[in-house]
């Protein structure tokens, strides 16, 4: 009598419709999601299938079998990466003051992709250009227009800024966070900082910067790192 295999489907269904994994296919899913979490995270979105089956401790035939490519195992991360974003936009709209409130959606997006190279690179990679990434990135743009579109009508934040200059933003935080790595991780919140400010409509003063300037040997280390790694400029 022929055995099922362990990431065999069981033959009810949920309440949606869809077929249930059998419990330890369940299991080998969240680990395998879990481990591209980290795995991407740690080492962005070059990270191979066989480094998140190694991670996560499953053959990657186990993998294959979930996602038939990497691509369709980032559109899964993605997805959940999507709803964390649109429930960040509720939660800063629902905060009463419009500034405060697009100033703790972009402290938050920057927080995440420091603490996770995939979720940047999720964000920004135009690699990925399926319908269902092109719906994602629309539904994301409409939630930041929202944001913006309400702090500018408050007067607070700048008129001649606009929701496309959100990507600039966000790939110079991105590229701040690259450039210091884990010599000064939380340098890039000086960038967001100077941001910030220059995002102000009225500008009287200025907000105090949360973390310190590099030292010069932080900034030695990290200029001869950048410039001698794979990804410098040499």
């Known amino acids: 009598m022929p055995t099922s295999h362990p990431d065999a489907l069981v033959g009810s269904s949920d309440i949606c419709g869809q077929p249930r994994l059998r419990a330890d296919a369940q299991a080998n899913l969240e680990r395998i999601l879990c481990s591209a979490r980290e795995v991407f995270g740690a080492?962005?979105?070059?990270?191979?299938?066989?480094?998140?089956?190694?991670?996560a401790g499953v053959g990657v035939g186990t993998v294959y079998r979930r996602f038939a490519s990497k691509d369709e195992l980032i559109q899964a991360l993605f997805d959940s990466r999507c709803a964390e974003i649109e429930s960040l936009a509720t939660t800063s709209l629902e905060i009463p003051g419009a500034w405060d409130g697009l100033v703790h959606y972009l402290e938050a997006i920057s927080r995440r992709m420091a603490d996770s190279r995939g979720f940047g690179d999720i964000l920004m990679d135009a690699r990925f250009t399926s319908d269902a990434f092109t719906r994602a990135r629309a539904s994301?743009?409409?939630?930041?227009?929202?944001?913006?579109?309400?702090?500018?009508?408050e007067g607070t934040l700048r008129d001649d800024f606009e929701i496309s200059d959100v990507p600039?933003?966000?790939?110079?935080?991105?590229?701040?966070?690259?450039?210091t790595g884990d010599d000064a991780p939380e340098a890039y919140r000086r960038v967001l900082g100077f941001i910030i400010d220059g995002l102000r409509a009225?500008?009287?003063?200025?907000?105090e910067l949360p973390v310190p300037a590099l030292t010069t040997e932080q900034l030695d280390h990290v200029m001869h790192r950048y410039g001698?790694?794979?990804d410098g400029p040499c």
């Open 43 to 55: 080492q962005g979105l070059d990270a191979t299938l066989a480094d998140v089956a190694r991670h």
């Open 228 to 230: 001698s790694g794979p």
């Open 202 to 207: 009225s500008r009287t003063t200025h907000r």
């Open 168 to 179: 600039l933003l966000i790939q110079t935080i991105k590229l701040s966070q690259n450039f």
């Open 140 to 153: 994301i743009t409409r939630s930041t227009a929202a944001l913006v579109n309400r702090a500018k009508d």
